[in-house]
């Protein structure tokens, strides 16, 4: 069994910062791509932004220069520090890991969501 928990959204102010942290936990081998997905109401759920066991990153062209994505291999978590935040940027933000727990089989898995509210 593996869980993925979500911490560190809330309400702020355009042009404010928010910093979300996702820990993965369970059956754990090794974890190969983290990532950020959102999803606002109405709308179909997009990526955000992605990681690499590497480090390599992906960003969504809408985010790209304000959020920046990291990992700690070592504590199995994903971080994504938002600045400049925009009204538009208010979703609930999920997290999500492509995970082995041994052998050659991986699964994609999904934290329940963070709720991000930008006022303006």
């Known amino acids: 069994q593996v869980q993925l928990v979500e911490s560190g959204g809330g309400l702020v102010q355009a042009g404010g910062s928010l910093r979300l942290s996702c820990a993965a936990s369970?059956?754990?081998?090794?974890?190969?791509?983290m990532g950020w997905y959102r999803q606002a109401p109405g709308k179909q759920r997009e990526l955000v932004a992605r990681i690499t066991i590497g480090g390599g990153t992906t960003y969504a062209d809408s985010v790209k220069g304000r959020f920046t994505i990291s990992r700690d291999n070592a504590k199995n978590t994903v971080y994504l520090q938002m600045d400049s935040l925009k009204p538009e940027d208010t979703a609930v933000y999920l997290c999500?890991?492509?995970?082995?727990?041994?052998?050659?089989?991986?699964?994609?898995?999904w934290g329940r969501g963070t709720q991000v509210t930008v006022s303006s």
């Open positions: 999500t890991a492509v995970i082995s727990p041994g052998g050659t089989y991986v699964f994609q898995h």
């Open positions: 369970g059956s754990i081998a090794s974890i190969n791509d």
